[in-house]
């Protein structure tokens, strides 16, 4: 045991000195905490629907924190061989796993415990006094569903033998479980129902106690379901609030919950204590026969012994060409991808609904909304290694010592990785347009033309954004880091531009801090503010949309000026722009060697 706590000790200093893991609690301190001054107001939620809501953002924002710190946990010692020196000194591989869980779970649950005792204080500003018994409750609860969940990806880091296999499968198991995702809604829960009523039409309940026996037990399977109804029994409990459901229930699923974590930690170890530790994880090919089926190439290699390509389009274009077949071959560029898929597809199934209390205009509306999320993913997991990546791995100096310029190769990036998110959102376009036809009775073809323009041109200005990014910095963790934080930095929903930058700009023309009541409507708002607040390409982004959905008649939102609509256009396009060059100049000027 003493050797446990040996390899436990080394890797939590390890980690803790990891620049992967301290980005990831900062993104989550900034994308949770920052939320919740504006949020934490009585007079909008009461306390106890309050501290029901908290942990509804946090169980996303953690799992990146766990991913971060436990992915790479025991097949990361693999690839760079510490594994068979930490097992060379006596330890056993069933303790090196062990290890590796106290250590990464002490991690996680650290840095939650720091960000909820900071979401203690900010939420007893907010409501005037701390409310400790209840908070306290639900936070214990959430440093489980870390501790928990750590346990899976430590699990799944001892199962497989590539990093990239391990962050699929964490991500395929969100996506599975997550009420957020609707695999389980869309999937699951219609298939259990279609066995007990013989319909795929489900019931609804507010509460899981009041839905029929049947459902009550198939649901509790869905360990986050199982958390989340324990959870919301125990808070009600302490109070405010009246608890749904009896104890017994909720220590059922309480139990699921663990069991949830501890099968895959299991199951990891002993295909762990099995594995041949030479065997790198490579060799799938995927990638390879992905892109041999796309351009018909077959195993055979041309020959490049004739002259390379004379013109700068021609270069561009041979340069596209490769880096196409090299993301096609990037497991983290098909995992982004895969994940668009699994999350945009149940989603878009869900969500447009003919029998909702909303109109079609509201929800043709949301539609270019569900796509925001997933294509802003989509344009970090293909374009954050484009340049940074090659040049850590050396190929932007092979690829430079042909005849392509550097200037060829950011343009030959840039037009491969935008044709490339460009091409995976097509799909999931046509089936949003399906749905709409099949469930509302008309193309609606204005509409179409209005969201679907937008979803894809708000990819290719992103993913250019990301691929200048990209070109700036000398390391793929930077361009990862510098990508997150541009988002960070402008998007008003998640990070600094509402809670910072609009309430100081308020400062300055109202000598409040605090955004105007009437500023977030697009004509109502004064003056200063439609411009201003604009100047951040994803609100610009965001008024653009609403000025095409005006264009056909069926805006849902207040009327966009021509002025506000024209200076829009020009701020996006302008960051995307401005984003490339820069990153090509920085670029241009870095000594590669």
Known sequence: MSRVWTIAREDARRAARSRLVWGAVILLGMMFLLSIPGSARPEIHPIGEYLLMLPMELMTFALVVVAAVGYNSVVGDRATGTLQFALGLGGTRRGFVLGKLLARAAVVVGALTVVLAVASALVARGYGRPHLASFWVMAGWMLLYGAVWTAVAVGYSAAFASE?????????????????????????????????????????????????TWLRVTERLNPLISFWEAMRWSVESVGPGTPTGGLLPNLLGAAAFVLFGA????????????????????????????????????????????????????????VARADARHTLQNWVAMGGIAAVVLFTGPRLWQGLDPNSVSTVAGELADVPRTFFLPVTA???????????????????????????????????????????????????????????????????????????????????????????????????????????????????????????????????????????????TTSLGPLW???????????????????????????????????????????SASFAALAVYLGFRRFARSDLG
């Open 164 to 212: 990239y296999r391990t962050l699929g499968a964490l991500a395929g198991t969100y996506a599975l479980f997550s009420l957020d995702v609707g695999i389980w809604n869309v999937v699951v829960r219609p298939v259990f129902s279609l066995v007990f009523t013989g319909s795929l039409d489900a019931p609804s309940y507010e509460t899981l106690a009041s839905a029929p």
């Open 263 to 318: 099968v895959p930690l299991a199951v990891g170890a002993r295909r762990f204590e099995r594995a041949d530790l030479d065997d790198d994880g490579s060799g799938l090919g995927v990638g390879s026969r992905l892109w041999r089926l796309l351009s018909g190439v077959g195993p055979a290699t041309r020959s490049r012994d004739g002259p390379g390509p004379r013109t700068t389009l021609a270069r561009v274009r041979t």
């Open 378 to 520: 989509l344009g970090i997991a293909v374009g954050y290694r484009t340049v940074a990546g090659d040049r850590e791995d050396g190929t932007a100096r092979l690829v430079l010592g042909l005849s392509a310029t550097r200037r060829d190769l950011v343009l030959g990036k840039l037009l491969s990785r935008t044709t490339l998110a460009v091409c995976t959102l097509l799909p999931l376009v046509c089936f949003a347009e399906a749905l709409v036809a099949t469930r509302f009775g008309e193309f609606y073809p204005g509409v179409f033309l209005a969201w679907a323009g937008w979803t894809l041109l708000y990819a290719v200005a992103w993913t250019s954004v990301v691929v200048g990014v990209s070109a700036a910095v000398s390391s793929r963790y930077r361009a990862l880091a510098a990508a997150f934080g541009t988002f960070l930095a402008f998007t008003p929903a998640y990070g600094l531009w509402g809670v910072l930058v609009r309430p100081t700009a308020a400062l300055v023309f109202t000598g409040e801090f605090r955004t105007p009541d009437t500023a977030i």
């Open 529 to 571: 503010f439609r411009y201003l607040d604009r100047l951040s390409p994803f609100v610009a982004f965001e008024t653009v949309l609403d000025g095409l959905f005006a264009l056909t008649a069926y805006e849902t939102h207040a009327e966009v000026t021509a002025p506000v609509f024209l200076y829009s256009v020009a701020v």
